[in-house]
Protein backbone atom coordinates (compact mmCIF):
# COMPACT_ATOMS: atom_id res chain seq x y z
CA UNK A 1 0.00 0.00 0.00
CA UNK A 2 3.04 2.77 0.78
CA UNK A 3 4.19 2.01 -2.63
CA UNK A 4 0.70 2.33 -4.63
CA UNK A 5 0.05 6.04 -2.37
CA UNK A 6 3.75 7.02 -3.14
CA UNK A 7 3.14 6.53 -6.89
CA UNK A 8 0.07 8.31 -6.97
CA UNK A 9 1.17 11.30 -4.73
CA UNK A 10 4.08 11.17 -8.26
CA UNK A 11 1.54 10.89 -10.23
CA UNK A 12 -0.62 13.90 -9.10
CA UNK A 13 3.20 16.11 -8.51
CA UNK A 14 4.29 15.37 -11.85
CA UNK A 15 0.90 16.86 -13.24
CA UNK A 16 0.87 19.85 -10.77
CA UNK A 17 4.20 20.66 -11.95
CA UNK A 18 3.40 20.42 -15.27
CA UNK A 19 0.41 22.16 -14.83
CA UNK A 20 2.17 25.19 -13.23
CA UNK A 21 4.82 25.60 -14.91
CA UNK A 22 2.59 25.63 -18.01
CA UNK A 23 0.75 28.02 -16.43
CA UNK A 24 3.98 30.54 -15.37
CA UNK A 25 4.50 30.87 -18.98
CA UNK A 26 1.14 32.84 -18.98
CA UNK A 27 1.59 34.58 -15.62
CA UNK A 28 3.73 35.65 -13.29
CA UNK A 29 4.69 32.43 -11.41
CA UNK A 30 4.12 34.38 -7.88
CA UNK A 31 0.87 34.51 -9.27
CA UNK A 32 0.37 31.38 -10.14
CA UNK A 33 1.24 30.18 -6.72
CA UNK A 34 -0.96 32.62 -4.70
CA UNK A 35 -3.93 31.75 -6.88
CA UNK A 36 -3.58 28.29 -7.53
CA UNK A 37 -2.96 27.60 -3.29
CA UNK A 38 -6.25 29.83 -3.11
CA UNK A 39 -8.34 27.57 -4.82
CA UNK A 40 -7.21 24.44 -3.16
CA UNK A 41 -7.27 26.38 0.41
CA UNK A 42 -11.68 27.16 -0.34
CA UNK A 43 -11.79 23.74 -0.97
CA UNK A 44 -10.21 22.08 2.05
CA UNK A 45 -11.58 24.65 4.41
CA UNK A 46 -15.38 23.38 3.09
CA UNK A 47 -14.37 20.40 3.49
CA UNK A 48 -12.91 20.97 7.51
CA UNK A 49 -15.84 22.60 7.94
CA UNK A 50 -17.98 20.12 6.68
CA UNK A 51 -16.68 17.56 8.39
CA UNK A 52 -15.59 18.91 11.43
CA UNK A 53 -12.18 18.59 11.22
CA UNK A 54 -11.05 21.51 13.14
CA UNK A 55 -11.51 19.49 15.95
CA UNK A 56 -8.52 17.36 15.33
CA UNK A 57 -6.61 20.31 16.20
CA UNK A 58 -2.92 19.46 18.33
CA UNK A 59 0.45 20.90 18.89
CA UNK A 60 1.71 19.20 16.07
CA UNK A 61 -0.26 21.62 13.62
CA UNK A 62 2.91 24.23 14.19
CA UNK A 63 4.61 21.85 11.24
CA UNK A 64 2.03 22.71 9.20
CA UNK A 65 2.12 26.32 9.72
CA UNK A 66 5.89 26.07 9.09
CA UNK A 67 5.45 23.72 5.93
CA UNK A 68 3.08 26.65 4.77
CA UNK A 69 5.25 29.36 5.38
CA UNK A 70 8.09 27.27 3.53
CA UNK A 71 6.10 26.14 0.67
CA UNK A 72 5.19 29.56 -1.58
CA UNK A 73 8.66 30.28 -2.11
CA UNK A 74 9.86 26.99 -2.48
CA UNK A 75 6.72 26.57 -5.50
CA UNK A 76 7.51 29.99 -6.71
CA UNK A 77 11.45 29.34 -7.09
CA UNK A 78 10.32 26.30 -9.37
CA UNK A 79 7.96 27.79 -11.38
CA UNK A 80 10.11 30.41 -12.49
CA UNK A 81 12.76 27.95 -13.18
CA UNK A 82 9.91 25.85 -15.42
CA UNK A 83 9.05 29.06 -17.03
CA UNK A 84 12.83 29.84 -17.78
CA UNK A 85 13.83 26.47 -19.30
CA UNK A 86 13.19 23.24 -20.56
CA UNK A 87 10.61 21.23 -18.02
CA UNK A 88 12.59 18.08 -19.14
CA UNK A 89 15.50 19.25 -17.82
CA UNK A 90 14.79 21.29 -14.96
CA UNK A 91 12.03 18.69 -12.84
CA UNK A 92 14.64 15.73 -12.67
CA UNK A 93 16.78 18.39 -10.53
CA UNK A 94 14.51 18.38 -8.08
CA UNK A 95 15.12 14.98 -7.19
CA UNK A 96 17.54 16.10 -4.93
CA UNK A 97 14.75 17.26 -2.44
CA UNK A 98 14.05 13.17 -1.51
CA UNK A 99 17.56 14.19 0.70
CA UNK A 100 15.43 15.99 3.37
CA UNK A 101 12.90 13.24 3.88
CA UNK A 102 14.97 10.19 3.65
CA UNK A 103 17.38 11.46 6.21
CA UNK A 104 14.66 12.33 8.23
CA UNK A 105 13.21 9.01 8.02
CA UNK A 106 16.78 7.08 8.40
CA UNK A 107 17.79 9.02 11.27
CA UNK A 108 15.46 7.81 14.19
CA UNK A 109 16.48 4.00 12.88
CA UNK A 110 13.75 3.48 9.34
CA UNK A 111 15.94 1.12 7.88
CA UNK A 112 15.10 -0.62 4.52
CA UNK A 113 15.74 -3.93 3.40
CA UNK A 114 18.44 -4.08 1.33
CA UNK A 115 16.54 -4.83 -1.86
CA UNK A 116 14.64 -1.51 -0.93
CA UNK A 117 18.16 0.42 -0.61
CA UNK A 118 18.67 -1.10 -3.96
CA UNK A 119 15.45 -0.09 -5.64
CA UNK A 120 16.14 3.22 -3.67
CA UNK A 121 19.17 3.44 -5.70
CA UNK A 122 18.03 2.55 -9.33
CA UNK A 123 15.33 4.69 -8.96
CA UNK A 124 16.77 7.81 -8.05
CA UNK A 125 19.36 7.30 -10.66
CA UNK A 126 16.38 6.82 -13.17
CA UNK A 127 14.63 9.33 -12.13
CA UNK A 128 17.51 11.61 -13.35
CA UNK A 129 18.38 10.12 -16.11
CA UNK A 130 14.78 10.37 -17.37
CA UNK A 131 14.59 13.97 -17.64
CA UNK A 132 18.38 15.13 -17.26
CA UNK A 133 19.81 16.73 -20.11
CA UNK A 134 22.68 14.60 -22.15
CA UNK A 135 26.45 15.33 -21.58
CA UNK A 136 27.03 18.29 -24.42
CA UNK A 137 23.18 19.00 -24.72
CA UNK A 138 21.34 22.03 -23.70
CA UNK A 139 22.20 23.02 -20.63
CA UNK A 140 19.58 25.38 -18.28
CA UNK A 141 20.39 28.92 -17.43
CA UNK A 142 22.56 29.13 -14.22
CA UNK A 143 19.47 31.57 -12.62
CA UNK A 144 17.37 28.51 -13.46
CA UNK A 145 19.81 25.64 -12.17
CA UNK A 146 19.94 28.10 -8.52
CA UNK A 147 16.51 27.97 -8.18
CA UNK A 148 15.76 24.91 -8.64
CA UNK A 149 18.06 23.75 -6.22
CA UNK A 150 16.41 25.86 -3.98
CA UNK A 151 13.17 24.84 -4.61
CA UNK A 152 14.09 21.44 -4.51
CA UNK A 153 14.91 21.63 -0.73
CA UNK A 154 12.24 23.59 -0.03
CA UNK A 155 9.63 21.01 -1.51
CA UNK A 156 12.15 18.05 0.60
CA UNK A 157 11.42 20.47 4.00
CA UNK A 158 7.55 20.73 3.56
CA UNK A 159 7.31 16.95 2.47
CA UNK A 160 9.19 16.11 6.00
CA UNK A 161 7.26 19.09 8.01
CA UNK A 162 3.61 17.47 6.68
CA UNK A 163 4.45 14.08 7.34
CA UNK A 164 6.02 15.14 10.68
CA UNK A 165 2.17 17.65 11.50
CA UNK A 166 -0.04 14.57 10.43
CA UNK A 167 1.61 11.97 12.77
CA UNK A 168 -1.02 12.08 14.99
CA UNK A 169 -4.17 12.01 12.47
CA UNK A 170 -5.82 15.04 11.24
CA UNK A 171 -4.53 15.25 8.11
CA UNK A 172 -7.42 17.44 5.96
CA UNK A 173 -6.83 20.06 9.00
CA UNK A 174 -3.27 20.17 8.56
CA UNK A 175 -3.20 20.13 4.47
CA UNK A 176 -6.39 23.00 5.45
CA UNK A 177 -3.48 25.10 7.56
CA UNK A 178 -0.84 24.75 5.46
CA UNK A 179 -2.68 25.90 2.34
CA UNK A 180 -4.26 28.84 4.76
CA UNK A 181 -0.83 29.71 5.43
CA UNK A 182 0.86 29.31 1.78
CA UNK A 183 -1.95 31.48 0.62
CA UNK A 184 -0.96 34.36 3.40
CA UNK A 185 2.42 34.54 2.41
CA UNK A 186 2.54 33.97 -0.91
CA UNK A 187 -0.54 36.72 -1.17
CA UNK A 188 0.85 39.47 1.50
CA UNK A 189 4.14 38.95 -1.17
CA UNK A 190 2.19 39.79 -4.48
CA UNK A 191 0.14 42.04 -2.80
CA UNK A 192 3.41 44.41 -1.68
CA UNK A 193 4.44 43.69 -5.46
CA UNK A 194 1.41 44.65 -6.71
CA UNK A 195 1.40 48.38 -4.62
CA UNK A 196 5.00 48.98 -6.02
CA UNK A 197 4.05 48.23 -9.63
CA UNK A 198 -0.08 49.12 -10.02
CA UNK A 199 -0.29 45.71 -11.88
CA UNK A 200 -3.87 44.53 -10.16
CA UNK A 201 -6.01 45.48 -13.12
CA UNK A 202 -4.24 44.16 -15.82
CA UNK A 203 -3.86 41.04 -14.04
CA UNK A 204 -7.10 40.15 -13.60
CA UNK A 205 -7.99 39.05 -17.06
CA UNK A 206 -5.91 36.60 -17.20
CA UNK A 207 -6.07 34.97 -13.78
CA UNK A 208 -9.93 35.03 -14.27
CA UNK A 209 -8.67 33.03 -18.23
CA UNK A 210 -6.95 30.62 -16.65
CA UNK A 211 -9.17 29.82 -13.02
CA UNK A 212 -10.14 26.27 -14.28
CA UNK A 213 -6.02 25.42 -14.95
CA UNK A 214 -4.73 27.12 -11.54
CA UNK A 215 -7.89 25.74 -9.49
CA UNK A 216 -6.74 21.92 -11.21
CA UNK A 217 -2.77 22.38 -10.08
CA UNK A 218 -3.60 23.45 -6.93
CA UNK A 219 -5.94 20.82 -6.02
CA UNK A 220 -3.99 18.38 -7.57
CA UNK A 221 -0.57 19.45 -5.23
CA UNK A 222 -2.79 19.59 -2.19
CA UNK A 223 -4.02 15.69 -2.75
CA UNK A 224 -0.30 14.90 -3.78
CA UNK A 225 0.55 16.29 -0.57
CA UNK A 226 -2.08 14.09 1.72
CA UNK A 227 -1.38 10.82 -0.46
CA UNK A 228 2.34 11.39 0.41
CA UNK A 229 1.86 11.94 4.02
CA UNK A 230 -0.57 8.68 3.79
CA UNK A 231 1.96 6.13 2.34
CA UNK A 232 4.64 7.67 4.93
CA UNK A 233 2.87 6.64 7.98
CA UNK A 234 2.21 3.51 6.55
CA UNK A 235 5.61 1.99 5.74
CA UNK A 236 8.95 3.31 5.39
CA UNK A 237 9.24 7.22 5.27
CA UNK A 238 12.15 6.71 2.74
CA UNK A 239 10.90 4.17 0.35
CA UNK A 240 7.94 6.85 -0.04
CA UNK A 241 9.77 9.87 -0.78
CA UNK A 242 12.17 8.00 -2.99
CA UNK A 243 8.56 6.84 -4.69
CA UNK A 244 7.18 9.66 -4.35
CA UNK A 245 9.83 11.09 -5.89
CA UNK A 246 9.19 10.08 -9.74
CA UNK A 247 7.24 13.13 -10.57
CA UNK A 248 9.85 14.46 -12.81
CA UNK A 249 8.86 11.79 -15.47
CA UNK A 250 5.54 12.50 -15.10
CA UNK A 251 6.08 16.40 -15.67
CA UNK A 252 8.51 15.33 -18.77
CA UNK A 253 6.61 12.98 -20.61
CA UNK A 254 3.56 15.42 -20.30
CA UNK A 255 5.74 18.52 -21.37
CA UNK A 256 7.08 15.88 -24.79
CA UNK A 257 3.04 15.16 -25.05
CA UNK A 258 1.93 19.31 -25.09
CA UNK A 259 5.38 21.33 -25.80
CA UNK A 260 6.81 18.64 -28.14
CA UNK A 261 10.08 18.43 -25.65
CA UNK A 262 12.46 15.39 -26.85
CA UNK A 263 13.16 12.77 -24.77
CA UNK A 264 16.61 11.93 -25.84
CA UNK A 265 17.96 8.17 -25.28
CA UNK A 266 19.60 8.68 -21.76
CA UNK A 267 16.41 9.84 -20.68
CA UNK A 268 14.60 6.30 -22.29
CA UNK A 269 16.64 4.44 -19.82
CA UNK A 270 16.86 6.46 -17.35
CA UNK A 271 12.60 6.20 -17.60
CA UNK A 272 13.17 2.37 -17.41
CA UNK A 273 15.36 2.39 -14.73
CA UNK A 274 12.84 4.34 -12.63
CA UNK A 275 10.33 1.73 -13.74
CA UNK A 276 12.62 -1.36 -12.68
CA UNK A 277 13.23 0.82 -9.36
CA UNK A 278 9.92 1.04 -8.62
CA UNK A 279 9.10 -2.37 -9.04
CA UNK A 280 12.14 -3.68 -7.14
CA UNK A 281 10.65 -1.55 -4.01
CA UNK A 282 7.13 -2.30 -3.96
CA UNK A 283 8.11 -5.92 -4.65
CA UNK A 284 9.65 -6.15 -1.57
Known sequence: MTALLALAAGLLWGVADFGGGALARRLPAL?????????????????????????????????????????????????RALALGPMGVISPLTTISVAVPVGVGLAPGDRPGLGQVAGIAVAM?????????????????????????????????????????STGGGLLLVLCVQRVCNVAVGGAVLLAGLRRSGGTAELLPGVRTQLPALTATGLADVAANGVYAMASHRGSAAVAAVLSSLYPVVTALMARGVF???????????????????LLLAAT
Open 31 to 79: TVVVASQAMAAAVLLAAVLATGGWTDATPALWWAVAAGVIGPFAVLAFY
Open 125 to 165: VGVVLAAGPERGGPRAARKALLLTVAAAFGFGTVMALIAHA
Open 260 to 278: KERLRPVQAVGAGLAVAGT
